[in-house]
């Protein structure tokens, strides 16, 4: 059974950056493209950045230039680097394995970002 633990969410003033990290088990981690998605409240969830095997990265609009995503194979670990946090960035972030536009597992706990004064 894969599993994706999130963590690194806090409590941050707008402007501010964060870490999170996701580390999937079941061997999976060099298999497939790895994303993180987020949602919040009364929201849809919505994709946020993608990482391919090879390292290829994409994002959505609203977070081009603010947020990095990036794998460490050694580590089995990909993260979200989000840089210039805005109060449109609270959400509750997740990870999963991707195959084109398809989730392939079932979504872990997540980890709360909250963007407030």
């Known amino acids: 059974q894969v599993r994706f633990v999130e963590s690194g969410g806090d409590l941050v003033q707008p402007g501010g950056s964060l870490r999170l990290s996701c580390v999937p088990s079941g061997g999976i981690f060099r298999v497939y493209t790895l994303a993180w998605y987020r949602q919040a409240p009364g929201k849809q969830r919505e994709m946020v950045a993608e990482v391919t095997t090879a390292g290829s990265t994409s994002y959505t609009d609203s977070v081009k230039g603010r947020f990095t995503i990036s794998r460490d194979n050694a580590k089995n670990t990909v993260y979200l680097q989000m840089d210039g946090l805005k109060f449109e960035d609270t959400a509750v972030y997740y990870c999963?394995?991707?195959?084109?536009?398809?989730?392939?597992?079932?979504w872990g706990q997540g980890t709360q970002v909250t963007v407030s004064p």
């Open positions: 999963n394995a991707v195959l084109r536009t398809s989730i392939l597992y079932s």
